[in-house]
């Protein structure tokens, strides 16, 4: 049966049955039973919330890979749901990336020239509605660390490991909802990385001689910087040598209500 039918049968049920004792003149306190309508189904969606949060649901493990195709650089757009997703170098020669992905995964891939596009997302929409099925994706995926690359990750309500350290990226977006997202982000190169967060735990460890510019516009957020080694600058933190450092590394957070910690 389709849960998600059966909970709409219950809200279905629950409001017939209230609109038919409106009409038969029944009253609890003077109140006509319609005015219980919301605050029964919110009550039992929150109960739902609450319980789904034990039952964790059996998840069917899923090899996969994406081949380089003969390619030299590459875009890698990761969409990920709910769930834990971990990130790190050591794809195999011939891949831009492979891994295990417990609850599925599609992905499509087109070579450009010499550039592969790649998108990696869930088999479909995680998101829980009344009594539905909770879709959790945990991927442990592991990526080229020899291809230069732009890497665009966008997460919903989820917890992140990316240890992007190996890896040879040319730039960095990360979007998230109600996440805790902690990076490692590159040691090698110049590049751009842009966080956008929600409701937010974001740690980012910037490698040891690596140089950092690091812009924060937020709201209601905690943030923490190492001013150590990125001493205050103007509406920001700079290392001393950022402008001409080899491996620097331009960081700009858009952020909510967060927390967030550079080190």
Do not use: C
């Amino acid at each position: 049966m389709n849960k998600s039918s059966l909970g709409w049968g219950v809200v279905l049920l629950l409001l017939g049955g209230l609109m038919l004792a409106g009409e038969m003149g029944v009253r609890i306190n003077g109140v006509s039973p319609m005015s219980f309508f919301w605050p029964l189904v919110l009550i039992l969606f929150g109960g739902w919330l609450v319980l789904s949060v034990f039952l964790r649901p059996r998840m069917d493990n899923q090899q996969g890979s994406v081949s380089l195709q003969g390619a030299s650089e590459a875009t890698m757009r990761v969409n990920h749901g709910a769930g834990e997703l971990r990130i790190g170098g050591g794809a195999s020669a011939g891949d831009l990336a492979d891994g295990v992905f417990a609850g599925g995964l599609e992905q499509e891939s087109r070579l450009n020239g010499s550039r592969l596009e790649v998108r990696m997302s869930p088999p479909q929409a995680s998101f829980p509605f009344f009594f539905g099925n909770w879709d959790r994706f945990d991927w442990d995926m592991r990526l080229n660390a020899e291809i230069p690359m732009d890497l665009i990750l966008q997460m919903g309500a989820n917890k992140t490991e990316a240890d992007l350290k190996d890896l040879r990226l040319t730039s960095l977006k990360v979007e998230t909802g109600a996440s805790d997202t902690r990076v490692r982000l590159p040691a090698r190169g110049r590049l751009r990385a842009d966080f956008s967060l929600g409701a937010a735990s974001l740690k980012l460890t910037v490698p040891e001689g690596v140089a950092a510019r690091i812009r924060a516009s937020t709201g209601a957020a905690s943030v923490s910087v190492d001013t150590s080694r990125f001493p205050r600058m103007g509406d920001g933190y700079q290392s001393p040598d950022f402008e001409t450092a080899p491996n620097a590394i331009d960081i700009k957070i858009e952020a909510g209500a967060a927390d967030i910690k550079v080190s």
